[in-house]
């Protein structure tokens, strides 16, 4: 019989109505936090809800390296099969399309039950030398695996730590099932949840933030994830691999968290508003200079490298900003739509010379307190 190793990878080769996240992905961003404290995942219980076991690389990954990682337990849960898109991209699928061969092929497979009920993958630390994929254990759930249900309320309450890459559409109901439970996390999501209204809250008050990778390029590659058969590949950024899988790079995505990792302690080298003037690469500055809002008694900053470190007014910066942003460095003060009266906003948006400026945080300087 393969082992489970095995029938997971063959398993995920089959799965076809997803954005999966690729393994170096979640490894390099797991890494980074294991770099700032070693003993972030230490004895902890993990949860990756929203998931599908038998071919997420979340599971795999984090089962590969229950013992590095140091876990006490790992929690993996999906939808049932009846819960999913059935009509996709114009395909349409079938309880088949969904069904692995790990499923068919393990001593619990239940056809009455598997379209029904989610799935619930553990992995616990035994008295056994070395913990590993292989000793993955699962079984079917007594509902159909969705987050919202008193029976994965009951396993995220279990949990340390949640990990995923939740449904888009669910993004701001998932992060409230998350916060209500006070629980940390490390999710992906688009840059655009960053102005949500019950998102943008977390970030000002610090409950969270952007993790190690964010919006940003890889090797050359912004987030790239595996996707459906069905798929229509349009674009720049996608390729098809030797065993005929499609992937696309998605545009502002990236990690969201309340975990601690180094980039977000590390101030951001900057250059007084003189020397920024005279020397910044930016045209915009050296042209135009620093100008202040029609709507708002702040300051425009376009680029977060351009920010002078000598002034100690409120600056509107671009979202991009919060991927570099020190709490021990800047306050964020609000965010455009959310802080200035709606009756000043110009289009939604704070303005120069009448033209609205795309969403800005508003932020300034902390007061650093030199006293020894």
């Given at each position: 019989m393969a082992k489970k190793n095995d029938t997971l990878k063959q398993a995920q080769k089959g799965k076809n109505d997803e954005f999966y996240t690729q393994y170096e992905d979640i490894q390099r961003e797991v890494n980074a936090y294991l770099e700032y404290n070693p003993d972030t995942f230490k004895d902890k219980t993990v949860l990756l809800p929203c998931d599908d076991p038998e071919w997420s690389n979340f599971t795999k990954f984090f089962a590969q390296n229950f013992e590095k990682l140091g876990l006490k337990k790992l929690i993996s849960t999906s939808y049932a099969i009846e819960?999913?898109?059935?009509?996709?991209?114009?395909?349409?699928?079938?309880?088949?399309?969904y069904l692995t061969e790990y499923e068919k092929?393990?001593?619990?497979?239940?056809?009455?039950?598997?379209?029904?009920?989610?799935?619930?993958?553990?992995?616990?630390?035994?008295?056994?030398?070395?913990?590993?994929?292989?000793?993955?254990?699962?079984?079917?759930?007594?509902?159909d695996g969705d987050f919202r249900s008193d029976e994965v309320i009951k396993l995220r309450d279990e949990a340390d730590i949640i990990v995923t890459n939740p449904p888009f559409s669910l993004f701001r109901e998932f992060v409230a099932w998350i916060m209500e439970a006070n629980k940390k996390c490390l999710i992906i999501g688009n840059v655009n949840c960053i102005s949500y209204k019950e998102f943008f809250p977390l970030i000002k008050e610090n409950k969270i933030w952007t993790g190690c990778r964010f919006n940003e390029r890889v090797n050359g590659k912004i987030m790239t994830f595996m996707v459906p058969d069905s798929y229509p590949l349009t674009g720049t950024e996608l390729y098809v691999d030797d065993a005929g899988k499609k992937y696309i790079s998605v545009?502002?995505?990236?990690?969201?968290?309340?975990?601690?990792?180094?980039?977000?302690?590390?101030?951001?080298?900057?250059?007084?508003?003189?020397?920024?003037?005279?020397?910044?690469?930016?045209?915009?500055?050296?042209?135009?200079?620093?100008?202040?809002?029609?709507?708002?008694?702040?300051i425009e900053v376009p680029f977060t490298d351009a920010i002078p470190d000598d002034y100690e007014g409120i600056m509107g910066v671009p979202i991009s900003f919060l991927k570099y942003y020190c709490p021990e460095q800047f306050e964020i003060i609000g965010l455009d739509r959310y802080t200035v009266p709606q009756e000043f906003l110009v289009g939604g948006r704070v303005a120069i010379d009448g033209k609205p400026k795309y969403a800005r945080i508003l932020i300034k300087k902390r007061v650093q307190n030199n006293d020894n």
């Open positions: 819960s999913k898109p059935y009509v996709k991209d114009g395909y349409q699928y079938t309880i088949a399309d092929t393990s001593p619990q497979y239940d056809a009455e039950k598997s379209p029904k009920f989610g799935k619930i993958f553990t992995l616990t630390r035994r008295n056994k030398k070395k913990i590993n994929i292989d000793d993955l254990q699962w079984s079917y759930m007594k509902g545009a502002g995505t990236g990690w969201y968290t309340n975990l601690e990792h180094g980039r977000r302690h590390s101030e951001i080298p900057l250059m007084s508003m003189a020397d920024n003037l005279k020397f910044s690469k930016h045209k915009e500055i050296k042209e135009n200079g620093y100008q202040k809002y029609d709507n708002y008694n702040a």
